[in-house]
């Protein structure tokens, strides 16, 4: 079986559910195979944009502080799961500084989207290389591939267009049987991608629809997009004034693509899925999933 989970920036903020996520993993069987969607850690997203914007405006020393605080953010999380001079450090010192010296050149470009998409994927790249050493280091055999490897798109910076043939090839090499056999489960992004001219950004809560990509192009039997909300709910729980939203437990494609149109304040939140997903299961009638990650004895919300 081959799933596809999601886990997004609203689960994973911090040291205490990167450590749950092995309760996840711990009941795959040995002939399951898992392709793990990262996007950056709690708000790491909006703060990579606000250094973009600083940077842009010449307004250096507020955005070398909140590029400060971003790492410490990241090393503070790190401390907590790692053994001091673990090679994350080292990893995480040099995502840095990576960032800082893009940043340092951004004057000699005027294309905000280019830059932005030069910036605000290293949020899921720092996620995803931190999981991935907690696993290694926990003993759960795991993969890093990078979506800027596999997921073409076009240079249409801050909204690229997915290639679907040419990230379908891509996925052969960086995905194939082989791999996916050997390392059982891989570790990648979600939100960005790669064109001719950079790294690119697919749209704002992108990642699950890289997600129900994965799914469509690597045959899944389920994607399942891992919440902080029991699932799909007749309810925006997010809303004061709708304590007593009840979760859907059973949608058609359909439906769930009716409810995200009509989502208007007070109904579903509108958020819950993004939605190019829905397209990409539903051409391969793949399951999607939409589950609680800390109450793993719910099912959520099944849709298909
Ligand atoms: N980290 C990106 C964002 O916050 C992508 C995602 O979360 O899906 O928009
Ligand atoms: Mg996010």
Redesign the pocket.
Known sequence: MIVIN?F???VINGAIPIKHLFEIFKSYSPDDYSVNVF??FG????KLEKIVNNYIKAETIEGKKLLDELKFFHIEIAQELFPKNHTIFFIIEDIFQKIQHTLSIIGQHKNAAYIYDQI?PF??ILASQIVSEYFSYIGISNKLIHATDFLKTDSNFNSANVDKKATFENLKVYMGEGILSLYKNIITQ???GFSDKGMT??????????AGLLGNLLNANKVILWKDVPGVMDKDPKLSGNENAKKINFLTYDNLDDLLQTATSGLVHPKIV?PKTINEVKEKRISLQVRSFWDLNSEGTLIS
């Open positions: 999601k997004g920036g609203g996007s950056a708000k790491t997203t909006n605000v949020g899921e979600g939100f960005i950004t697919l749209g704002r809560e992108g990642s699950d629809y890289t993004h």
